[in-house]
DNA sequence: TGAATAGCTGAACATATATTCATAGATAGG
DNA sequence: CCTATCTATGAATATATGTTCAGCTATTCA
């Protein structure tokens, strides 16, 4: 026998199911954060040059960097005194670029 | 000659794209919000339903409910009294769902 | 018409969150 | 070492946002 199992077409979620989703969703909400994601979908790219391209300081990049970490929606690799950030996780890239194209022509 | 066209993997996002983005995603970041979209994914509810199932007052839902309206991610129909609500972008829908999926068995 | 029900709306309030500022840690070069 | 550079961190602040509350509109039914 099987027990049964939770699938994505419950209609019904669980708390902790519904928390993940938004945590998710939270990670992609923010303008700057968006910017930085879209930057990051072409090459790995380090702090600074991601603060110059959104327009940020890069303390406010380090903090939206954290968040997007603890997600583990972008993952550093250090260089010298730098630090490279790249995108971590294929299924959120395919999300956002999904909902890119829906905005452009769509 | 082809007039230079705005293709989703531009890596750098004009202001506009940027916050249409951040709109559709903040609607999906709210945990009562995703209750009621997920509810909607298999039949349409009216308002009192959705309050029921979501745990919120009718007036909390019906201020969820104008915000996924304003951005199109749901319609409503009106029978009698009730209000009946349900999912208007096929994409949206499948963007959650993809989310869902992510979280659940990802 | 009048009462009851369903839902909407705006203001108020409480909480969450993005950014700044000051400071600290880590690394490279002199 | 000492300094400069790059990034991280925590506190403070300003703004955004979810929920409640009171009151409103619309619809049904007696």
Known sequence: MDSPVMIASDVQLDDRTVMRVAEIFSA???????R???SLRDAERHVGALAEMAGLSESAVSHHLRNLRQLRIVKARRD???????????????????????????
Chains 1, 2 share one sequence.
């Open 28 to 34: 992609l909400s923010d303008p700057s954060r968006i």
């Open 36 to 38: 930085i994601i879209a």
């Open 80 to 106: 010298g005194r730098q630090i490279f950030y790249s995108l971590d996780d294929e299924h959120i890239a395919d999300l956002f670029q999904r909902s890119l194209e829906h905005v452009l022509h769509g």
